[in-house]
């Protein structure tokens, strides 16, 4: 049973760029959350997913967005990069079985992006 | 806001030692608790979870237990070994189970 795959790896992007970074759940999860990590520190919750909708966003500006596809998996995009963006990018699945705080999310190992 | 503290780090104890991180939070309604773990270049990997007030929480030899009264999910282990040498994260689910809210992490460095 495959768990959740995220992709690239590593990412190295300039200033101003633009980027895309992709997720699959894991089998049977309809629920993706992104997190960005900054070096040092806890993951700071981005937005979450779950029937193709935005249905919850943390403290981040529009430059982040996302998208949810039929087959339920992910992309975050991020427009006009800057410095501080640099971090680990993880995602989370998760079942949703009764949209309570029992619903238990599993992470992706992550994409390390670099801006330069 | 919900929020978690962590004890500050690096823990570092030598092998077979008893090992305590703790945790505290603040959260309205009934949150779930949660134990992550994350080891160099990797992402972060569930260790244990609670969902109500006096659950216990075990995997791998590690246990924490849900503290209402004293708002604490403190992570014990009563033998540490090198291989549990990793960075700790507590975090919570809020009631709707949309996000995790995480401490800052405790690393711990077990030498042999």
């Known amino acids: 049973d495959a768990g959740v795959t995220q992709s690239p790896t590593h990412l190295i992007k300039t200033r101003g760029q633009q980027v895309t970074l992709r997720c699959s759940p894991k089998?049977?999860?309809?629920?993706v959350s992104w997190y960005q990590q900054a070096l040092g520190q806890g993951p700071q919750f981005i937005f979450q997913?779950?029937?193709?909708?935005?249905?919850q966003r943390g403290n981040f500006p529009d430059r982040f967005s996302g998208h949810q596809f039929p087959n339920y998996s992910s992309e975050l995009n991020v427009n006009a990069l800057l410095l501080g963006d640099s971090a680990l990018y993880l995602c989370?699945?998760?079942?949703?079985?009764?949209?309570?705080?029992?619903?238990?999310?599993?992470f992706g190992p992550g994409t390390r992006l670099t801006v330069l | 806001g919900n929020s978690v503290t962590q004890m500050e780090g690096p823990v570092t104890l030598s092998e077979e030692a008893f090992l305590t991180i703790n945790c505290t939070y603040t959260?309205?309604?009934?949150?779930?608790l949660f134990w992550y773990v994350q080891y160099p270049g990797e992402g972060l990997q569930l260790l244990l979870k609670?969902?109500?007030?006096?659950d216990k929480g075990s995997n791998k030899g590690f246990e924490a237990t849900y503290r209402k009264e004293t708002t604490s999910f403190h992570l014990e282990k009563g033998s540490v070994q090198v291989s549990d040498s990793a960075v700790y994260f507590c975090a919570l689910s809020d009631f709707y189970g949309n996000k995790l809210v995480f401490g800052a992490g405790t690393i711990l460095r077990v030498k042999s």
């Open positions: 089998s049977g999860h309809d629920t």
């Open positions: 989370a699945s998760s079942h949703r079985t009764t949209g309570t705080s029992t619903d238990t999310q599993y």
């Open positions: 609670a969902t109500k007030a006096d």
């Open positions: 959260a309205t309604g009934y949150p779930s």
């Open positions: 997913y779950y029937e193709e909708e935005e249905r």
